[in-house]
């Protein structure tokens, strides 16, 4: 009896493989021009290459928490303005097929005007709706990773 369990065990092991999709460890997104990396081990998004405008360096945080592969998000936002220290906030959201990509939610952070404390925090910011859509060509960024 105890042979039989292993071939049957070994057939039911060796048909896994076929039926699942590999589940990448990383993947490369666009969010408002910025390339964004998200590492599904880390569970993080950081810059990659962000737009020439933004006060970031490549690798700095823009969300870290829990992100499934096209599943659920949620966690930590990282918010930047030139001149002062990141603001981070409370999001959730996830993956949306109508996009295609991550779509998370949460009150963003309201400075002080003309300075960088943190006075309140609301849904009417940009920064209150974060979109990571999916970029095409993984490899021409994941390729010397």
Do not use: W
């Given at each position: ?68 592969y096209h ?56 920064n209150s ?17």
């Amino acid at each position: 009896m105890k042979p039989f369990r292993l071939t049957v065990s070994a057939v039911v092991f060796s048909a896994v493989p076929a039926l699942a999709s590999p589940i990448p460890q990383q993947e490369v997104l666009d969010h408002n021009g910025s390339i964004m990396i998200v590492d599904y081990r880390e569970q993080t998004i950081r810059y990659l290459l962000p737009r020439r405008s933004l006060p970031v360096e490549s690798v700095q945080m823009s969300f870290a928490g829990t992100i499934q592969y096209h599943g659920v998000a949620e966690g930590t936002a990282y918010v930047y303005k030139r001149g002062c220290g990141f603001a981070m906030y409370e999001v959730r959201g996830g993956y949306d097929p109508s996009v295609p990509g991550y779509v998370m939610v949460g009150a963003a952070p309201v400075r002080a005007k003309g300075g960088c404390h943190v006075v309140g925090y609301t849904m009417e910011s940009k920064n209150s709706r974060l979109v990571y859509k999916d970029i095409d060509d993984q490899a021409a960024y994941l390729g010397d990773l």
